[in-house]
């Protein structure tokens, strides 16, 4: 992967407090931020995610979220939440 650098300009109280956050962390400054900026990133791409179906499909989507749930969703859910990510 090519690197390229960003350049930021904050003021001294907020520089101070994102290398406090990173020492907590364990992390440098640089990888801190890049943490950061990438989860918020992911956030607002997938927040804004658009699903596109027709109406037979949208009615099938509304009956299946109104369905009580299955015995298994807790290892459903576990399945979903911990699978890998498309960006990574």
Do not use: C
């Not at 890049?34 to 990133?41: E, L, P, S």
């Not at 109406?55 to 989507?61: G, I, P, R, V």
């Amino acid at each position: 992967m090519t690197s390229t650098s960003m350049n930021l300009k904050v003021d001294i109280e907020t520089r101070n407090l994102i290398d406090h956050a990173a020492r907590l962390s364990g992390k440098s400054r640089t990888r801190f931020v890049i943490d950061a900026a990438m989860g918020r990133a992911e956030y607002v791409i997938l927040d804004r995610k658009t699903f596109l179906m027709d109406a037979k499909a949208f009615d099938e989507f509304k009956t299946a979220l109104d369905e009580p749930r299955p015995q298994d969703t807790q290892r459903r859910m576990e399945s979903l939440l911990f699978r890998p990510k498309r960006w990574d």
